[in-house]
């Protein structure tokens, strides 16, 4: 039987709690509440429970360890969140849903004054309005939403696995995924803002990183790469200052090719090349080649080369 957490402020949204959960069982999933209201609820779980399992910690830290523990032990399938327009359970809540893995069921259930951003990767369900009774139109919206996490849990994440690595791009031109799928890699174009990458990374669903981009645009993912030791290709027209650049990462570290082409090399940059490559880390290598910055063959060079490092 899937649990699933329900977490919110219990006694202000105690009405579309009881409902939701009696639409869960109704599909034979169990509750785990967590009430994160300053005021005592009947849940599984209260904000003074949390702070006494985790004494001395912040309550939103106590949130992240609960739930994390919650899914390590087996426990939970899934998270439900109810938001209204209450700031001060933000933060809380999107410790909540970084506490569990991407790709399992996420869903915010938000009234329409709700100024509650998130993650990109939780699902949202807006209840019109910003006051109501518990209205047919509110009790298909919660049906609908319960249904469907209870739905999603059923899907297990492991059951989608391929042996092909899945390597995410950033500032590549978009005709690269016909060298990259030529070379048997599956690929994700990602912006240097895009929200999702963050726990694809650290969640070991990205195998490979692929830039042309500013590095410190892209430190904190950089960061991530390396601590997982995930091999990292770097496309560049300045190789020396991305070295400079790379001075923040630990010595132990994945793989990072730095990948450029001498017709646009600087003169003084060739000169001091040599003393630099020598004093360079294990981890780091420069590639210097003939191809044209930007060609396709430029670019179907330093596919091969981050395929040689993920077989």
């Given at each position: 039987?899937?649990q ?5 402020d ?11 959960i009696e ?7 169990r509750?785990i ?6 005021r005592?609820?009947?849940?599984d779980?209260n ?8 004494p ?13 523990k919650?899914?390590?032990q087996g426990?939970a ?5 109810l938001?209204g ?8 809540a999107?410790?909540?849903?970084a506490?569990?893995?991407f ?9 329409g004054?709700?100024t509650?951003q ?6 949202r ?11 047919p139109?509110?009790?298909i ?6 249904f469907?996490v209870s739905g ?6 492991h059951n989608f696995?391929?042996?092909?690595p ?7 031109k978009?005709d690269?995924g016909?060298?990259l799928?030529?070379a048997g ?5 990602f912006?240097?803002?895009d ?5 694809l990374?650290?969640?070991?669903y ?6 042309a981009?500013?590095?410190e645009s ?6 991530i790469?390396?601590a997982?030791?995930?091999?990292i ?8 200052a991305?070295?400079?650049q790379?001075d923040?990462?630990?010595?132990i ?24 490559e ?7 290598r420069c590639?210097s080649i003939?191809h044209k910055f930007?060609?396709d063959?430029?670019y179907?060079?330093?596919?091969r080369?981050?395929?040689?490092q993920l077989?």
């Amino acid at each position: 039987m899937k649990q699933i957490i329900l977490i919110g402020d219990l006694i202000r949204w105690e009405a579309e709690i009881s409902f939701i959960i009696e639409m869960l069982h109704m599909t034979a999933t169990r509750v785990i509440s967590v009430n994160i209201g300053r005021r005592v609820a009947a849940a599984d779980l209260n904000a003074r429970e949390l702070r006494q399992l985790y004494p001395g910690k912040p309550l939103e830290e106590c949130v992240h360890l609960a739930i994390s523990k919650l899914y390590s032990q087996g426990i939970a399938d899934g998270i439900l969140a109810l938001l209204g327009k209450e700031p001060h359970l933000y933060n809380l809540a999107d410790r909540a849903f970084a506490a569990m893995p991407f790709g399992l069921p996420k869903v915010a259930v938000l009234t329409g004054n709700s100024t509650w951003q998130g993650r990109k990767e939780v699902m949202r369900i807006y209840l019109p309005g910003t006051a109501y009774t518990m209205n047919p139109v509110i009790k298909i919206l919660l049906s609908n939403t319960a249904f469907a996490v209870s739905g999603m849990s059923l899907c297990s994440i492991h059951n989608f696995g391929c042996p092909a690595p899945t390597v995410g791009t950033m500032g590549i031109k978009a005709d690269i995924g016909r060298y990259l799928a030529g070379a048997g890699l599956n690929y994700i174009a990602f912006s240097e803002d895009d929200q999702l990458l963050h726990p694809l990374l650290s969640n070991g669903y990205i195998h490979g990183l692929m830039m042309a981009s500013e590095i410190e645009s892209c430190r904190h993912f950089i960061d991530i790469a390396a601590a997982r030791e995930i091999p990292i290709v770097i496309a560049s027209k300045n190789p020396d200052a991305i070295r400079a650049q790379l001075d923040f990462l630990p010595t132990i570290s994945g793989p990072v090719t730095i990948i450029s082409s001498h017709h646009q090399e600087i003169p003084n940059m060739k000169g001091a090349k040599g003393s630099q490559e020598n004093s360079s880390p294990l981890w780091l290598r420069c590639h210097s080649i003939s191809h044209k910055f930007g060609s396709d063959n430029f670019y179907q060079y330093a596919v091969r080369t981050l395929a040689d490092q993920l077989s």
